[in-house]
């Protein structure tokens, strides 16, 4: 028995969602074509699961965070899915893939064919299991993925209010959930094995505002340690995790967040990886014609740095999907993939976003005492990455815009007092700025308009492309601020 689609969507989840907007907006048939997610709902906003999910109050739910909310577009329910005559295959795991056949085998055994292949199957998470941790399988420990992780992580919070958590891991699903087990009256513990948290984008200075901030409300650090084992209890419930060291710390409930690894397992020695992930081109094609890979589980050519990257992170998820399918619909339209990194986080009544890329010296400028501070990343007399907490939509604007187009610094203890107001452009009324070389024509054209640097940054047809996706991104962080 089988079913035959055009198209076949492989994962359900951010990219998937997206992808499925922008093959309507193109126009397609019905009954060409089917999404399979092994997750029993449609596809919806990822990182909702650790933000509004989690509050303790008017909690958000499904179906209120479906994709494409998240960028202020239609909420697609399985509804949704049924009206553009969209085949939603839920609760069905994929457990091998044909790509000579074009085919793809489910876990019951149904077999689904396809025309072109978008594989979107993201990344799983790391699990203690594969560390060798003896009683990872308690009944009490949680991580967070997916839908059915977040309701048991709420499950389980629910039970524990007024007890103690441990959270093994510094990242933002350590970071994010440490802060919500706090707002649902839960005493945190966090341990990670690095000097401090969120080492793979903040210095120590950036980190050490966050962790104080943490510590007033009752977050405990164990740094540079990892754990070892579990004590649980007759029920299989751990009651205490033991550190290397052989310390104890008391756990009424444990939430890992120690990485995640991309789904590639069903295309090794079929589709060349790289990075960890699906290597692409410039349109999101795989190294098999008819098969495009998008989201977390690609590895990418960033235009911007000449490298190739996998990113984890929504907005790459949702602009890759819409990519691939402008590559599958409108091939002599499409340019390659030009993207600019961005990623944000929030935790408590802290927001920060993050553009471009953390290479180089640091930078920090403005006052933590306030909430309100910020770093540039500057490589080689260029401004490479910027980092921003507290600011506001025409902040975060500038903050896209000036990544994406990589400013040269000369100045750097000017830099630091003035921060966001530094003339980056002094040039610009008449003489051309010294951009770096790889700077496309538009970029640079539009910095040489005559504007005033304060205003630069808002030259609305100028710089369309940058600001656009700047702008995407704030308007998602404002409006759909628990998610
Ligand atoms: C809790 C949490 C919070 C986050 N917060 C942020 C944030 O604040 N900012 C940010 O930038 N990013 C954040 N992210 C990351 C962001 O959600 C991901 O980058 C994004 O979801 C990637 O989209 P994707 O479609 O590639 O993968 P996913 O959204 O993970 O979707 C993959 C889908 O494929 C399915 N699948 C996999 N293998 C199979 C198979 N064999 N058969 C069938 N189905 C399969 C999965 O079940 C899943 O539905 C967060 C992630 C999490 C988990």
Redesign the pocket.
């Known amino acids: 028995m089988g079913r035959a689609f055009k198209t076949v969507i492989?994962?359900?989840?951010?990219?998937?969602g997206y992808a499925a907007l922008e093959f309507v907006k193109h126009g397609i048939n019905h009954g060409e074509l089917c999404i399979?997610?092994?997750?029993p709902v449609a596809p919806y906003e990822?990182?909702a699961?650790?933000k509004g999910c989690l509050l303790p109050e008017d909690a958000a739910t499904l179906p209120a965070f479906h994709t494409c909310i998240g960028t202020g577009a239609e909420r697609q329910t399985p509804k949704w899915y049924k009206e553009h005559g969209i085949e939603l295959v839920l609760n069905?795991?994929?457990k091998s893939a044909d790509l000579r056949m074009k085919t793809l085998l489910s876990a019951a055994g149904e077999t689904i064919s396809y025309k072109t292949l978008i594989i979107?199957?993201?990344?799983r998470v790391l699990r203690l299991e594969e560390f060798g941790v003896a009683g990872a399988d308690a009944k009490n420990i949680c991580y967070?993925?997916?839908w059915n992780d977040s309701r048991k992580l709420v499950d389980i919070m629910a039970e524990c209010r007024g007890g103690r958590a441990v959270v093994i891991g510094g990242g933002?699903?350590g970071m994010?959930t440490a802060a919500a087990l706090v707002a649902n009256r839960v005493k945190v513990t966090m341990v990670f094995p690095e000097q401090h948290c969120m080492a793979r984008l903040f210095t120590p200075e950036i980190a050490a505002f966050y962790e104080e901030y943490y510590k007033k409300r009752g977050v405990e650090f164990i740094k540079g340690t990892v754990m070892s084992s579990f004590e649980s209890d007759a029920e299989k419930k751990i009651t205490a995790i033991v550190l290397k060291d052989n310390r104890q710390i008391k756990a009424d409930m444990v939430v890992v967040g120690i990485g995640i690894r991309a789904?590639v397992g069903?295309f090794e020695g079929q589709l060349i990886l790289e990075k960890g992930g699906i290597k692409v081109n410039g349109k999101m094609q795989t190294s098999n014609p008819s098969v495009y890979a998008?989201?977390?589980?690609v590895a990418f050519p960033l235009k911007l740095y000449g490298d190739v990257r996998r990113l984890?992170?929504?907005?790459h998820?949702r602009k890759s999907a819409a990519h691939a399918v402008e590559a599958i619909m409108s091939p002599e339209k499409v340019q390659d993939y030009d993207y600019l990194p961005f990623?944000?986080?929030r935790v408590f009544t802290l927001s920060w976003q993050f553009y471009g890329d953390n290479v180089g010296k640091c930078v920090l400028f403005g006052n933590p005492e306030v909430q309100k501070f910020g770093a540039f990343w500057v490589d080689k007399g260029i401004l490479m990455g910027a980092f921003l907490e507290g600011g506001n939509k025409d902040e975060y604007l500038r903050l896209g815009t000036l990544a994406r187009l990589r400013p040269p610094v000369k100045d750097i203890e000017m830099l630091a007092k003035e921060g966001l107001a530094y003339p980056f452009f002094p040039d610009v009324k008449g003489k051309a700025p010294s951009f770096s070389p790889d700077l496309s024509v538009t970029e640079r054209s539009q910095v040489l308009l005559d504007t005033p640097p304060s205003y630069i940054l808002q030259l609305s047809a100028g710089i369309a492309a940058a600001v656009g996706i700047s702008m995407v991104a704030v308007w998602y962080a404002k409006k759909r601020r628990r998610w």
């Open positions: 492989l994962g359900g989840g951010v990219a998937a399979i997610s092994e997750e990822r990182p699961l650790s069905t795991r994929i979107a199957t993201g990344a967070l993925r997916d933002y699903i994010e789904n069903l998008v989201g977390d589980v984890e992170h929504v907005d998820a990623f944000y986080s």
